[in-house]
Protein backbone atom coordinates (compact mmCIF):
# COMPACT_ATOMS: atom_id res chain seq x y z
CA UNK A 1 0.00 0.00 0.00
CA UNK A 2 1.38 3.32 -0.99
CA UNK A 3 2.80 5.86 2.13
CA UNK A 4 -0.76 7.89 3.54
CA UNK A 5 -0.82 10.92 6.08
CA UNK A 6 -2.76 11.68 8.75
CA UNK A 7 -5.41 13.38 8.12
CA UNK A 8 -5.67 16.24 10.79
CA UNK A 9 -2.52 17.67 12.18
CA UNK A 10 -4.06 18.83 15.08
CA UNK A 11 -7.79 19.43 16.54
CA UNK A 12 -9.62 20.16 19.78
CA UNK A 13 -9.48 18.04 22.84
CA UNK A 14 -13.42 17.26 22.14
CA UNK A 15 -12.66 15.56 18.30
CA UNK A 16 -9.22 13.93 19.64
CA UNK A 17 -11.15 10.24 19.65
CA UNK A 18 -13.13 10.90 16.26
CA UNK A 19 -10.02 12.23 14.32
CA UNK A 20 -7.75 9.12 15.53
CA UNK A 21 -10.69 7.26 14.17
CA UNK A 22 -10.29 8.71 10.72
CA UNK A 23 -6.58 8.41 10.93
CA UNK A 24 -7.03 4.50 11.67
CA UNK A 25 -9.67 4.25 9.20
CA UNK A 26 -9.02 1.36 6.70
CA UNK A 27 -11.58 3.22 4.44
CA UNK A 28 -9.87 6.67 5.03
CA UNK A 29 -6.11 4.64 4.36
CA UNK A 30 -7.52 3.24 1.16
CA UNK A 31 -8.68 6.33 0.39
CA UNK A 32 -5.50 7.81 0.55
CA UNK A 33 -4.03 4.73 -1.09
CA UNK A 34 -6.09 5.47 -4.11
CA UNK A 35 -5.24 9.00 -4.59
CA UNK A 36 -2.10 8.27 -4.59
CA UNK A 37 -2.08 6.04 -7.69
CA UNK A 38 -4.39 8.25 -9.35
CA UNK A 39 -1.88 11.40 -8.99
CA UNK A 40 0.70 8.67 -10.73
CA UNK A 41 -1.80 7.26 -13.53
CA UNK A 42 -2.82 10.87 -14.67
CA UNK A 43 0.26 12.55 -13.81
CA UNK A 44 -1.37 14.72 -10.74
CA UNK A 45 0.77 17.54 -9.31
CA UNK A 46 1.33 20.74 -7.80
CA UNK A 47 2.15 23.81 -10.12
CA UNK A 48 3.85 26.30 -8.30
CA UNK A 49 2.95 29.05 -10.56
CA UNK A 50 -0.62 28.52 -10.34
CA UNK A 51 -0.73 27.03 -7.37
CA UNK A 52 -2.90 24.42 -7.54
CA UNK A 53 -3.26 21.29 -9.32
CA UNK A 54 -2.30 20.16 -13.34
CA UNK A 55 -2.84 16.94 -14.63
CA UNK A 56 -0.25 15.77 -17.63
CA UNK A 57 -2.03 13.09 -18.82
CA UNK A 58 -6.20 13.17 -20.21
CA UNK A 59 -8.52 12.41 -17.39
CA UNK A 60 -11.65 10.56 -19.54
CA UNK A 61 -14.97 11.96 -19.42
CA UNK A 62 -17.19 9.72 -16.79
CA UNK A 63 -13.69 8.96 -14.58
CA UNK A 64 -14.55 10.10 -10.87
CA UNK A 65 -11.26 9.33 -8.93
CA UNK A 66 -9.89 10.65 -6.01
CA UNK A 67 -6.78 12.28 -5.84
CA UNK A 68 -6.65 14.65 -2.65
CA UNK A 69 -7.49 14.83 1.22
CA UNK A 70 -7.83 18.00 2.55
CA UNK A 71 -5.75 18.24 6.19
CA UNK A 72 -5.40 20.59 8.77
CA UNK A 73 -6.90 21.95 12.25
CA UNK A 74 -10.09 20.98 13.29
CA UNK A 75 -12.29 22.83 15.37
CA UNK A 76 -16.00 22.68 16.59
CA UNK A 77 -17.31 26.46 16.33
CA UNK A 78 -20.52 26.49 18.35
CA UNK A 79 -20.76 30.78 18.82
CA UNK A 80 -24.11 31.36 17.25
CA UNK A 81 -23.08 34.54 15.46
CA UNK A 82 -19.73 32.91 14.21
CA UNK A 83 -21.37 30.23 12.93
CA UNK A 84 -24.17 32.53 10.77
CA UNK A 85 -20.83 34.04 9.63
CA UNK A 86 -19.08 30.77 8.99
CA UNK A 87 -22.16 29.52 7.17
CA UNK A 88 -22.39 33.16 4.80
CA UNK A 89 -25.58 33.84 6.51
CA UNK A 90 -24.69 36.88 8.40
CA UNK A 91 -22.32 39.66 7.08
CA UNK A 92 -19.27 40.42 8.79
CA UNK A 93 -20.33 43.70 10.89
CA UNK A 94 -18.55 43.31 13.83
CA UNK A 95 -17.03 47.06 15.34
CA UNK A 96 -13.40 44.95 14.44
CA UNK A 97 -12.67 42.42 12.76
CA UNK A 98 -10.72 39.23 13.23
CA UNK A 99 -7.89 38.59 10.25
CA UNK A 100 -8.72 35.36 10.99
CA UNK A 101 -11.83 35.19 9.72
CA UNK A 102 -9.76 35.44 6.21
CA UNK A 103 -7.57 32.34 6.45
CA UNK A 104 -7.56 31.77 2.83
CA UNK A 105 -7.38 27.91 3.70
CA UNK A 106 -10.15 27.60 6.07
CA UNK A 107 -13.41 24.91 4.85
CA UNK A 108 -16.87 24.54 6.65
CA UNK A 109 -17.52 21.11 6.64
CA UNK A 110 -20.74 21.00 8.54
CA UNK A 111 -23.18 22.12 10.92
CA UNK A 112 -23.65 19.54 13.38
CA UNK A 113 -27.14 18.52 14.33
CA UNK A 114 -28.51 21.82 15.97
CA UNK A 115 -27.22 23.16 18.62
CA UNK A 116 -23.59 20.81 18.46
CA UNK A 117 -22.17 23.56 16.28
CA UNK A 118 -20.35 23.82 13.22
CA UNK A 119 -17.00 21.60 12.10
CA UNK A 120 -13.92 23.91 10.49
CA UNK A 121 -10.85 22.53 9.07
CA UNK A 122 -7.98 25.36 8.46
CA UNK A 123 -5.03 24.12 6.76
CA UNK A 124 -1.57 25.41 6.69
CA UNK A 125 -0.44 25.86 3.28
CA UNK A 126 3.19 26.08 5.05
CA UNK A 127 2.91 22.48 6.87
CA UNK A 128 5.27 20.25 5.01
CA UNK A 129 4.05 16.71 6.86
CA UNK A 130 2.13 16.20 3.48
CA UNK A 131 3.12 16.62 0.45
CA UNK A 132 1.10 19.36 -1.69
CA UNK A 133 -0.15 17.54 -4.40
CA UNK A 134 -1.96 15.14 -1.69
CA UNK A 135 -3.40 18.02 -0.06
CA UNK A 136 -6.96 19.22 -1.42
CA UNK A 137 -6.70 22.80 0.33
CA UNK A 138 -4.52 23.66 -3.11
CA UNK A 139 -7.32 23.04 -5.55
CA UNK A 140 -8.76 26.87 -6.82
CA UNK A 141 -11.83 28.26 -7.73
CA UNK A 142 -13.41 28.32 -10.77
CA UNK A 143 -17.06 29.73 -11.14
CA UNK A 144 -18.45 28.45 -14.38
CA UNK A 145 -15.79 25.60 -15.24
CA UNK A 146 -15.18 23.37 -12.08
CA UNK A 147 -13.82 20.06 -12.93
CA UNK A 148 -13.16 18.44 -9.48
CA UNK A 149 -15.56 18.33 -6.39
CA UNK A 150 -15.15 17.28 -2.67
CA UNK A 151 -16.94 14.22 -0.82
CA UNK A 152 -17.05 13.87 2.79
CA UNK A 153 -15.55 9.89 3.63
CA UNK A 154 -14.75 7.85 6.16
CA UNK A 155 -16.02 7.71 9.89
CA UNK A 156 -18.21 10.01 11.24
CA UNK A 157 -18.69 12.76 13.10
CA UNK A 158 -15.47 13.97 12.17
CA UNK A 159 -15.09 12.96 7.92
CA UNK A 160 -12.25 13.06 5.72
CA UNK A 161 -13.10 16.10 3.12
CA UNK A 162 -11.61 13.71 -0.51
CA UNK A 163 -11.27 15.73 -4.06
CA UNK A 164 -12.47 13.91 -6.62
CA UNK A 165 -12.77 14.70 -10.61
CA UNK A 166 -16.73 15.05 -10.95
CA UNK A 167 -16.91 13.22 -14.18
CA UNK A 168 -16.62 15.27 -17.24
CA UNK A 169 -12.93 14.93 -19.39
CA UNK A 170 -10.14 17.14 -17.97
CA UNK A 171 -7.59 17.97 -20.87
CA UNK A 172 -3.72 16.99 -20.83
CA UNK A 173 -2.50 19.95 -18.70
CA UNK A 174 -5.30 21.34 -17.56
CA UNK A 175 -5.75 22.56 -14.03
CA UNK A 176 -7.94 20.82 -11.59
CA UNK A 177 -10.49 23.12 -9.92
CA UNK A 178 -13.56 23.12 -7.91
CA UNK A 179 -16.21 25.61 -7.42
CA UNK A 180 -16.64 26.82 -3.84
CA UNK A 181 -19.83 26.59 -2.10
CA UNK A 182 -21.93 28.48 -0.08
CA UNK A 183 -21.84 32.70 -0.46
CA UNK A 184 -18.18 32.85 -1.06
CA UNK A 185 -16.56 34.41 -3.07
CA UNK A 186 -17.86 37.57 -2.22
CA UNK A 187 -19.57 40.14 -3.99
CA UNK A 188 -16.89 42.64 -4.63
CA UNK A 189 -18.26 45.53 -2.54
CA UNK A 190 -18.47 43.48 -0.37
CA UNK A 191 -14.65 43.14 -0.36
CA UNK A 192 -13.98 46.18 -0.68
CA UNK A 193 -15.81 47.55 1.83
CA UNK A 194 -14.16 44.78 4.25
CA UNK A 195 -10.89 45.28 3.01
CA UNK A 196 -11.17 49.33 3.91
CA UNK A 197 -11.97 48.31 7.33
CA UNK A 198 -9.31 46.05 7.90
CA UNK A 199 -6.72 48.93 7.01
CA UNK A 200 -8.45 51.20 9.12
CA UNK A 201 -7.52 48.66 11.90
CA UNK A 202 -3.79 48.72 10.79
CA UNK A 203 -4.56 45.07 9.04
CA UNK A 204 -2.65 45.25 5.08
CA UNK A 205 -5.60 43.85 3.22
CA UNK A 206 -6.01 44.15 -1.00
CA UNK A 207 -8.95 42.77 -2.97
CA UNK A 208 -8.30 40.14 -5.38
CA UNK A 209 -10.68 40.20 -8.34
CA UNK A 210 -12.29 36.38 -9.68
CA UNK A 211 -10.66 35.67 -12.76
CA UNK A 212 -13.89 34.57 -14.65
CA UNK A 213 -14.06 35.53 -18.46
CA UNK A 214 -15.77 38.31 -19.06
CA UNK A 215 -16.55 39.19 -15.60
CA UNK A 216 -19.17 37.73 -15.25
CA UNK A 217 -19.57 37.11 -10.91
CA UNK A 218 -18.56 40.44 -10.09
CA UNK A 219 -16.90 38.68 -7.21
CA UNK A 220 -13.97 37.96 -5.64
CA UNK A 221 -11.86 37.63 -2.04
CA UNK A 222 -10.07 39.39 0.71
CA UNK A 223 -6.59 38.91 1.16
CA UNK A 224 -4.16 39.34 3.91
CA UNK A 225 -1.02 41.41 3.35
CA UNK A 226 0.20 43.41 0.47
CA UNK A 227 -0.88 42.64 -3.12
CA UNK A 228 2.72 40.91 -4.92
CA UNK A 229 4.02 42.35 -8.15
CA UNK A 230 4.24 40.42 -11.27
CA UNK A 231 7.91 41.25 -11.24
CA UNK A 232 8.24 40.77 -7.53
CA UNK A 233 6.65 37.25 -7.96
CA UNK A 234 8.91 36.14 -11.00
CA UNK A 235 11.98 36.93 -8.37
CA UNK A 236 10.76 34.42 -5.91
CA UNK A 237 11.44 30.79 -6.09
CA UNK A 238 8.55 28.99 -7.55
CA UNK A 239 7.66 27.28 -4.35
CA UNK A 240 7.90 30.54 -2.55
CA UNK A 241 5.19 32.06 -4.47
CA UNK A 242 1.33 31.89 -2.74
CA UNK A 243 -1.24 34.86 -2.12
CA UNK A 244 -1.46 36.88 -5.39
CA UNK A 245 -3.40 36.64 -8.37
CA UNK A 246 -0.82 38.66 -10.56
CA UNK A 247 0.49 35.64 -12.10
CA UNK A 248 -2.32 34.22 -13.48
CA UNK A 249 -2.76 34.53 -16.84
CA UNK A 250 -5.13 36.77 -18.55
CA UNK A 251 -8.71 35.87 -18.19
CA UNK A 252 -8.25 32.91 -16.24
CA UNK A 253 -10.71 32.13 -14.09
CA UNK A 254 -9.37 30.70 -11.11
CA UNK A 255 -8.13 32.10 -7.78
CA UNK A 256 -4.60 31.51 -6.91
CA UNK A 257 -5.01 30.56 -3.67
CA UNK A 258 -8.04 28.26 -1.45
CA UNK A 259 -10.69 29.62 0.46
CA UNK A 260 -14.21 29.92 2.31
CA UNK A 261 -15.58 26.31 1.02
CA UNK A 262 -19.28 25.37 2.99
CA UNK A 263 -19.72 21.85 2.29
CA UNK A 264 -23.01 20.66 3.91
CA UNK A 265 -22.68 17.82 6.31
CA UNK A 266 -25.10 16.34 8.61
CA UNK A 267 -23.92 14.38 11.67
CA UNK A 268 -25.67 11.53 12.33
CA UNK A 269 -27.72 11.85 15.58
CA UNK A 270 -26.25 10.66 19.20
CA UNK A 271 -27.34 7.27 20.08
CA UNK A 272 -30.05 7.23 23.00
CA UNK A 273 -29.13 5.85 26.21
Known sequence: MAETFRIYTSAAQELAPFIAAVN???EVREIQASSARVRQQYGISYDPQKRGFVCRDEIPEGEKVPFAVYTGVVFNEKNERKQQELLGERRLERDVLDPADFNAYTTVLSPYVPGDGVLVVVADPDDTAVPR???A????NSCFSA????KLMGPQPVPALVAYTCGRRIGPGEELTIKYGGTFPRLLSECRELVERLRGQGVAAYVDECRCSGGRCDRGFVMLGV???ASAIGALPLDEVH????????????RPTGGWAYRPYQKRKREEP
Open 24 to 26: ASD
Open 133 to 135: DAR
Open 137 to 140: EFLN
Open 147 to 150: NCCF
Open 227 to 229: RPT
Open 243 to 254: LSGDAQPSGSCV
